[in-house]
């Protein structure tokens, strides 16, 4: 395994800094955000762009891993998260089309994985929005596929706010969808697993890695605290709005003891991204270090 971090929280960081900055202190990996250059969005860290993947030739792709190389750095895989079975054509289509662009970044890059949403339109049931996803993902996996790339779809419900109520922006969230995915795509598509999203909906962390740990292609760590008091306002129907609260690695619910070892059991030895939306670390450049830094001395006795 390798220890490292999304670059996300940077926006503002050149992506050589990040690497130069994350290898000093023990990071061996990054995940780089790779979202339109040109993008704004509300979500936070959803507009991070560490590589202009629409003007990258293959020359300057491999420069970049040899760059990063030399700081003993590896690329674990190009990371971004739209939406694309968003319910506006104009909106899907976009996020598509850069959805491509990105996975023929990897491919020139020689990084062979892809990390995103397989999406949802939040209005409509997941068992609709899986017939969308058949209709839409084929040509998606097909252009991964001609690329040399595997695409890792997140286990993310992303339900954070109202404007994602009721269904959430992503589907591959459970296990009952989890089969569909690797029995129509398995082999060219796996998982980016995320154990926080799995505690607030009360599924049991290492009875899912033992099912689903050989399709496990990316490991995000980030961690979730269930805020007692808003679950008691708000009740668990509300799906987790005003009570699931993003944490590091350490400071949730998550027994990382145990999410390691069932990790190993089940075989995986890739990547370990430490995922940072921890608000408590938020604010300055530096509180944004000092989160990634809490999280590797929780984690690293565990990544061998």
């Known amino acids: 395994m390798k220890?490292?971090?999304?670059?996300?929280?940077?926006?503002?960081v050149s992506l050589e800094n990040v690497a130069t900055w994350a290898s000093s202190v023990g990071?061996?990996?990054v995940e780089i955000a790779c979202w339109p250059k040109s993008a704004g969005s509300s979500r936070r860290y959803a507009g991070t762009s560490h590589i202009d993947v629409a003007s990258l030739s293959a020359s300057e792709g491999r420069e970049i891993v040899a760059a990063l190389g030399e700081k003993d750095i590896t690329v674990s895989g190009l990371g971004y998260y739209p939406n694309p079975l968003h319910p506006d054509a104009a909106h899907r289509e976009a996020v598509i089309a850069h959805l491509k662009q990105v996975i023929v970044a990897a491919g020139r890059m020689g990084v062979g994985l892809v990390n995103t949403f397989i999406g949802s339109d939040a209005s409509k049931t997941v068992d609709a929005n899986w017939d969308e996803a058949l209709k839409?993902?084929?040509?998606?996996v097909a252009h991964a596929r001609d690329n040399g790339v595997r695409l890792a779809f997140e286990n993310c419900?992303?339900?954070f706010s109202h404007d994602e109520w009721p269904g959430g922006h992503n589907i591959a969230y459970s296990p009952r969808i989890w089969r569909r995915i690797l029995e129509a795509w398995g082999g060219d598509v796996g998982m980016n697993?995320?154990?926080s999203h799995l505690v607030w909906q009360m599924i049991d962390?290492?009875?899912f890695i033992g099912e689903f740990g050989p399709a496990m292609l990316h490991v995000h760590a980030k961690d979730l605290m269930i805020d007692r008091e808003g679950l008691y306002e708000n009740g668990i129907l509300s799906a987790g709005i005003g009570w699931q609260v993003p944490r590091m690695p350490g400071l949730g619910?998550?027994?990382?003891?145990q999410f390691f070892s069932a990790l190993y059991r089940a075989?995986?030895?890739g990547p370990v991204i430490i995922e940072h939306e921890d608000r408590r670390f938020e604010g300055s450049e530096e509180k944004v270090k000092r989160g990634f830094l809490l999280a590797r001395d929780v984690l690293r006795p565990y990544v061998k």
């Open 136 to 140: 839409v993902w084929p040509d998606i």
């Open 253 to 257: 619910e998550v027994d990382w003891s």
């Open 205 to 207: 962390i290492a009875r």
């Open 27 to 29: 990071f061996e990996a």
């Open 157 to 159: 419900p992303m339900i």
């Open 3 to 12: 220890l490292g971090l999304l670059t996300a929280p940077f926006p503002d």
């Open 267 to 269: 075989g995986y030895d």
């Open 193 to 195: 697993f995320d154990p």
